[in-house]
């Protein structure tokens, strides 16, 4: 193979920051679409290769398969540009070796597949690129993968994370990097410990003007679509900005934080109405999380049928910066929720008997042992009802869940939902739930649930059908 000159390639400012990162530093980039997030990550493989040489050992990650064919042709360019030599991936095994000694695997990683963790079992690494990590909806696989930055002494590891808002980890890269670090301007490196990883990280933000190579009002146009009139995701993917409320794609032309948020009246010590029915939905998990949320049933203020979710209990594990991890179930019995529960509804001055409580009908079900899960709430006091989802299909409970969020504050002829600040997992969650893309009417299999289940059963429960000609039955 004949060598020719290395071909000089000139960086974005942004890119030429993410190139400026030191190699003992995690590099978080992310930033709005088509700002050069990943070329910038390209270019900073392509330098670290050079000065790790053959100590250097990388591996590239990406959730789809014709994603990661893509980035393996363009990474193929970029490194065949800096070593002057044609270099491109071996297809059998995705793996590249440099001429200086250096590895590159890339490696297809979708959490629907956890097979795909058993090949990085045991390697060693000296970087990590997440690429498209907005598509991965919760960091464990990508934390798991973390094991494998190991290097003899004096050799730096980092991991690389390049992502898009908007899309299924919104939630949980705003509440690892992006909230840490400030909310920081597009173009504006920010270096700070994060305390999730226990790693010095910096993040550079973007947005659209930050790449003059593409034509700005085109690309505008194209994303303006993509966002499907939702001003706030096209506020993400078009200025690079997670703090708006996101409203996702299922979701995307139904709930508004304006329309949505109502706060019982009393301020830090919110009061509950007299003559308030109240309803205590539940979704069950251990190895998952719990959630339970309450609602008044028939609020003076809203039409009747409405949902009103006054609080939350949601029971799962915490992150080192004491942040809930929304896919991580606490791992408490049952009776030990039981009393979690108890203790909640205390809070509000209120007796288990007090409230009707509902749970998933799966909670009925004998599994070979002599008390349901249902039973054993019971006998922690928890007297739990069917929710009855049986009676509506899960495509009907989500479709009508969507028309009381467009509902509200819009038609009064319709039933409302209105929800709490203190209902944080379903204003952090919800906004963010994909659809399948197999079936458009459900809901993304790998997207967090736990909240909006609660919300789907109280719908389910407090207007499930009756017979022809009756409407709906309202609790």
């Avoid at 739930?433 to 997207?447: N, Q, Y």
Wanted: charged share 20%; net charge positive.
């Amino acid at each position: 193979m004949t060598a020719s000159a290395p071909q000089a390639i000139t960086p974005t400012a942004m890119q030429a920051d993410m190139q400026r990162v030191p190699l003992d530093h995690d590099l978080v980039a992310c930033g709005g679409r088509g700002s050069g997030k990943s070329f910038g990550g390209e270019l900073v493989v392509a330098r670290d290769s050079t000065v790790l040489k053959e100590r250097f050992n990388c591996l590239i990650v990406r959730r789809s398969y014709a994603g990661l064919q893509e980035l393996s042709t363009s990474l193929g360019r970029t490194l065949t540009a800096t070593y002057g030599q044609a270099l491109s991936f071996n297809r059998s095994d995705w793996t590249l070796r440099l001429p200086n000694g250096g590895v590159i695997e890339l490696a297809y990683l979708d959490p629907s597949r956890p097979q795909a963790m058993l090949r990085q079992q045991g390697r060693s690494r000296t970087t990590i690129w997440a690429d498209e990590g907005g598509q991965y909806s919760d960091p464990d696989m990508l934390d798991q993968l973390r094991a494998t930055l190991r290097a003899p002494a004096g050799t730096p590891t980092r991991f690389i994370f390049t992502a898009n808002p908007g899309q299924a980890g919104h939630a949980w890269i705003k509440q690892r990097w992006v909230q840490p670090a400030g909310f920081p301007a597009p173009g504006v490196a920010v270096r700070f410990h994060c305390e999730d990883t226990t790693s010095p990280t910096v993040y550079i933000g973007s947005n659209i003007a930050a790449n003059p190579h593409l034509d700005f009002e085109q690309t505008r146009r194209q994303i303006e679509i993509a966002a499907g009139g939702d001003p706030e995701l096209l506020r993400a993917w078009l200025e690079g900005s997670f703090e708006g409320v996101i409203s996702g794609s299922y979701f995307a032309d139904s709930m508004s934080r304006r329309r949505n948020l109502l706060e019982l009246n009393g301020g830090d010590q919110p009061q509950i109405p007299q003559g308030s029915r109240l309803l205590v939905s539940f979704d069950w998990g251990i190895a998952a999380p719990s959630c339970a949320t309450l609602f008044i049933t028939n609020h003076p203020l809203l039409p009747r049928g409405s949902l009103f979710g006054i609080d939350e209990c949601y029971l799962s594990k915490s992150t080192r910066s004491g942040e809930p991890d929304w896919n991580a179930g606490l791992g408490a019995s049952n009776l030990q929720q039981a009393q979690i529960l108890q203790e909640w509804i205390s809070r509000w001055g209120l007796e288990p008997q007090d409230l009707t409580w509902i749970a998933d009908d799966a909670c009925w079900n004998r599994t070979g042992h002599a008390l349901t899960i249902a039973d054993e709430f019971r006998k922690g006091g928890i007297p739990f009802r069917r929710a009855g989802k049986a009676r509506m299909s899960e495509e009907a409970g989500l479709a009508r869940l969507r028309t009381m969020l467009w509902a509200s504050d819009r038609d009064e002829s319709q039933p409302w939902v209105k929800a709490s600040r203190r209902c944080r997992a379903f204003w952090e969650l919800t906004p963010l739930l994909a659809r399948d893309t197999k079936k458009r009417e459900l809901l993304d299999p790998a997207a967090i649930t736990h909240s909006i289940d609660t919300w789907r059963y109280a719908v389910n429960f407090v207007q499930r059908p009756v017979g022809a000609g009756r409407g709906h039955r309202i609790y």
